[in-house]
């Protein structure tokens, strides 16, 4: 059926047939081998499809909602906020890669621009949590997110149309069909269009903030014979919405001494809107053509798997970095990139105590992205000059300058325009190897070692602005001509599991992982000479000068985790929990200037530890429970670089402060039967604590505790046809995506508003 009678669930959970008690065995493929959810000795939550459509998640970012210690979505195309145990990508440039990776369909889905897609005729997303090395072709420190569509069917001709429309001229449908071409092939057409006004009042003179226009088609073919499987993907998707939408933060002592500079700063609206210029313009666009060819062949001992994927991508990007309705700073990030990816995979198929699997993997990238920031000229004549005389103001840059005894022309459109040109190009290699062995009936012991080498090449060219204030603001330097550096990386990591199964039901196990992410270099920097002299503050290098683009060294984590899987009730309710504490050293961190300059460091170590858990019950004959909880304590250190005080060291021992202590949601959903049908229920919920406060842990950025609530109701009839009413964020709270502690010209901000009450409704019919 189109919405099928059922609630899926999560790692320990499925899809639960209506009017059961018996939950459906959940059966993923994270460990390069179908095997249930409650068999693999790992943190992981599978989410069905149906689950996915049920409760509305729209894009892949969506999927940290219900998966316990993970947090941080937001409402644009970035993904540098999406955390998994708090490790998350301290970065908004394009010289080092994404800490949490993103997968379809086992292929490399990319960095901010790329790799956030929609959801549609989904067959299961599986979110694994811990550093993953083993399991895909390329690594991620932190976890990955791998969603798998649904796939052509050889003899089925199913397919489905949805429906749905709520508030802010809301409208989207998603629809599939199946389509059987002789014994052996068959092809899938899916596609989905969804609209909507913004919801975000802006009270400087503009529209509604945070609309979209998303519009997305998928081609599937599945070849089967005996031996040999080829499963193709062709899609396309294009994505029209709102950059990000900031709030400054009108209070504390960075406020205090913008306001002394610029004179007063009217911010108008509540504390849940906005009042920005966007003079730069409000876009967050992005045209993505993905490739994917798959390949099974099964060699009697073993079945060699070829994947191999393609990924083009131009992604245009506006937003108001500032948060206030002067024109302090914009920013743009205009891209293009290509990433081809090639992994061959030998996994056994013997019955026998031992099993293996052997891959390899190959990828290349290239990307050219070109950025700007902007402001108007006078602002940083008023601040910089507060800054650098001791508290004296001024009106502008004529005045400035006239106190310095020159004279001040200002550019054609009064703004201080900075740009910049940045190429990457970027490959790698990696090998892995993963043996387990049952010592007893019940004791198994799993062993493993990936080889990761990482070669990148990248150029940055960045011409003087056209402005007499110069090149020292954004960048703090200029280039008379693009400078290029390479560098490369590798490293060998090992993973170690011990499973043991005392009953045929109950599954404890222990592992040791070691986490690796590939150095990289610092978007907006350049390297000190071999002098030791510093870029900042020079205009017009060359490669003679021995400048060129800041490298940045690895991260590297020690993951250990201890877990425990069970079903109870004679398959009524499922149940998991896992304990993990990691050690993480040399993270890739954000460093601000006084200048405004952005460096990228090796700054940092970090402790951490948490509890994650997750229960799915069938209640009664006609109700089903999903539960999810996720505690996170962590302590930074040797921050020196990154805090914001007069003192630094007043910034040892910080919580990682974008991941709150506590996340968890809930889930009832219910179908009770009535004549020729159903009618059906949900209620949803969502929570996390507090966070935020940057590393200087400021009272004035931080972001309170935050719950959510939606509640469903609807008919499904026997017939294959449903129609639902929902209200989502039914008691209209409100909460930020997250938060910037800046400072300098660029106050502190909040930035992503969260959707407020929204009320719908849905229809949709299927066929077999």
Known sequence: MAKAVSAAVFASAISTPAFSQTLEEVIVTATKRSESVQDVPLAITA???????????????????YTPGVTGNSQDSFIDAIS???????????????????????????????????????????????????????????????????????????????????????????????VPVGDNFAMRFAGMYTQEDGFVENNFPSDDLIEHENKAIRWSTTYENDRLGVYTMVEYEEREQSGSVYRAVTEGEVWETLEAALGPINVRGSDEEVDVDRSGGDNDDSEILTLGLRVDYDFDFATLTSNTGYKDHDYYYNEDYDGTPLNLETYRQDQEGD?????????????????????????????????????EEDFFCQYYGYYYNSGMTFSGCEDLYAYYGSEFTP?????????????????????????????????????????????????????????????????????????????????????????????????????????????????????????GDIALGKTDLTTADGHLPDPVNPEEVDSFEVGYKDTFLDGSMNFDVVAFYYDYTDFQVTVGTDSGATLIENAGEVEAWGVESSLTAGIGDYLTAYATIGYFDSEATKLEDVCGLEDPLGCEGTHLFWAPEWSGSFVLHGAFPMGSGAITGAFELTFESERGGGWEELDETMIDSYEEMSVRVGWESDNNWFVEAYVENITDEFTWDGMNNLGGKEPHAFFGPRRPRTAGVRLGMAWD
């Not at 989410?47 to 909602?65: I, P």
Request: proline share 3%; hydrophobic share 35%.
């Open 47 to 65: 989410l069905s499809g149906e689950f996915m459509e049920d409760v509305n998640l729209t894009d892949v970012k969506d999927l940290v909602t």
């Open 84 to 178: 998994i145990r708090g490790i998350r990508t301290q970065d908004f440039g394009v010289g080092l890669d994404p800490s949490s990776a993103f997968f379809k369909n086992d292929l490399y889905e990319g960095r901010n621009g790329s790799a956030v897609t929609s959801l549609y005729d989904l067959d299961r997303a599986e979110v694994l949590r811990g550093p993953q090395g083993f399991l895909f072709g390329r690594n991620s420190i932190g976890g990955a997110f791998s969603v798998h569509t649904r796939r052509a069917e050889i003899d089925s001709s199913d397919g489905f149309v949805n429906l749905d429309l709520g508030e802010r001229e809301r409208a989207a449908v998603d629809a599939a069909i199946n």
């Open 339 to 375: 990433y081809f990816q090639q992994e061959l995979r030998l996994t056994s198929n013997s019955e026998g105590p031992l099993s293996w699997y052997a891959g390899a993997s190959y990828y290349k990238e290239d990307l050219e992205t070109a950025y700007r920031f902007a402001g």
């Open 411 to 531: 550019s054609a459109n009064g703004l201080l325009e900075e740009t910049a040109t940045i190429k990457g190009k970027y490959e790698g290699w990696g090998a892995y190897l993963n043996l387990a062995y049952f010592l007893t009936e019940n004791l198994q012991i799993e062993g493993g070692l990936r080889w990761t080498d990482d070669e990148k090449e990248f150029t940055t060219y960045v011409p003087n602005p056209e402005s007499e204030l110069g090149a020292y603001w954004a960048f703090g330097y200029s280039t008379a001509e693009p400078l290029t550096a390479k560098e490369s990386w590798d490293d060998v990591t090992p993973r170690f599991i011990i499973k043991y199964t005392p009953s045929d039901t109950a599954l404890l196990y222990a592992s040791y992982t070691a986490g690796y992410k590939s150095g990289g270099f610092g978007t907006f920097s350049l390297a000190d000479n071999a002098d």
